[in-house]
T-cell receptor, first 113, second 111 residues
């Protein structure tokens, strides 16, 4: 049973470009969470999704950021018109049901130049 | 609003020493508390999960305790080894929210 798969591992974008981060949850997991880790900061919750539904997006910036978890395929975190402050490690986690232990991927490290 | 604090932020110990990492949280209404390990440039590995009804969990040289009423948890590492060097993160889970993390304690064990 493969773990949570995130790709790409590293992503470099110039200011103003779009970044698309993918997350495939563990088999049988229908709950997906996205977290952001800034240098010297802890992990900050961004968004919680179930298949085709956004459950909680209270941690996600209102502009430029969006997330989806379609019926088929991976969850996508999309950042439009990236700025240098978006440079961070973005982690995805999945779980089989609410309030169950989370399993984390290895993250995507986004660098905005 | 739940806040999780970890003390100390960094810790250096010689190999073989027993050590304690501390985690405190402001709202005691939690479902569970997890301790994770993060190696540089890597993801998170779950170490121990304590349900709100439990007092402690043990795995090998690791022992985590939970005192919900005082809002505290400790992670005890026995006979530390250089391979234990990593950042240790504490996180709490409560109704209606995703996991809330502390900033972590970065541990360095020298040989």
């Amino acid at each position: 049973n493969a773990g949570v798969m995130q790709n790409p591992r590293h992503l470099v974008r110039r200011r103003g470009q779009e970044a698309r981060l993918r997350c495939s949850p563990m088999k049988g997991h229908s709950h997906v969470y996205w977290y952001r880790q800034l240098p010297e900061e802890g992990l900050k919750f961004m968004v919680y999704l179930q298949k085709e539904n956004i459950i909680d997006e209270s941690g996600m910036p209102k502009e430029r950021f969006s997330a989806e978890f379609p019926k088929e395929g991976p969850s996508i975190l999309r950042i439009q018109q990236v700025v240098r402050g978006d440079s961070a490690a973005y982690f995805c986690a999945s779980s089989p049901y609410d309030n169950s232990p989370l399993h984390f991927g290895n993250g995507t490290r986004l660098t905005v130049t | 609003k739940q806040e999780v604090t970890q003390i100390p932020a960094a810790l250096s110990v010689p190999e073989g020493e027993n050590l304690v990492l501390n985690c405190s949280f402001t709202d005691s209404a939690i479902y569970n508390l997890q301790w994770f390990r993060q190696d540089p440039g890597k993801g998170l590995t779950s170490l121990l999960l304590i349900q709100s009804s439990q007092r402690e969990q043990t795995s090998g040289r690791l022992n985590a305790s939970l005192d919900k009423s005082s809002g505290r948890s400790t992670l005890y590492i026995a006979a530390s080894q250089p391979g234990d060097s990593a950042t240790y993160l504490c996180a709490v889970n409560q109704a209606g929210t995703a996991l809330i993390f502390g900033k972590g304690t970065t541990l360095s064990v020298s040989s």
